[in-house]
């Protein structure tokens, strides 16, 4: 039996807010234990408010931020196969897509960019998923994978398109 190549294109929830606020805990918590091992002090009691308040302060802004997301768009889970694209478990073929493009979303989650692909299928119907982190050159790498895919590189979009909050998804 010959195993079927499929990539995940679309990233969890924890994956999207770990890449997010990651930089930011690790700037706040090694700052904290580099200035703790090197204090003679070493206040154990300190080092552990810090590091309690700045998980608990990471923790607040990934549920709210997770719970706008979930109350103003409907992510889908979209998995790339060899000849089809599986949406929500739906297979599709090429045929029934129309476009993939690139959204840049301002003023989504406060004065961030989320960066999310939609699809656009022949019938109307368009779905969307959250892109994964971008390179160094600001390319979405599933742009890029989908690209290089010989059925879908023809309905891809090279153009990043910039909306203005949730409600212009509608």
Not at 15 to 40: N, Q
Not at 57 to 72: D, G, H, Q, T, V
Request: proline share 2%; with cysteine.
């Amino acid at each position: 039996m010959i195993a079927k190549s499929t990539n995940i294109l679309s990233p969890t929830y924890f994956a999207f807010f770990c890449a997010r606020f990651g930089p930011i805990v690790l700037l706040v918590i090694v700052p904290t234990l580099f200035i703790y091992i090197l204090s003679e002090d070493r206040d154990l009691v300190l080092l552990l408010c810090v590091v309690i308040t700045c998980v608990i302060a990471i923790s607040f802004l990934w549920l709210s931020e997770y719970s706008r997301l979930r109350k103003n768009i409907h992510l889908s889970k979209v998995i790339l196969e060899e000849n089809t694209l599986r949406i929500d478990d739906v297979t599709y073929q090429a045929e029934q897509i129309d476009m993939i493009s690139s959204i840049g979303l301002r003023n989504a989650l406060d004065k961030y960019y989320v960066y999310l692909i939609e699809i656009k299928m022949t019938d109307g119907r368009k779905f969307y998923f959250l892109d994964k982190r971008m390179n160094w050159k600001f390319e979405s790498p599933t742009i890029r994978l989908l690209k290089k895919h010989e059925l879908l590189s023809s309905k891809t979009s090279d153009v990043q398109i910039e909306k203005d909050g949730f409600a212009s998804l509608l």
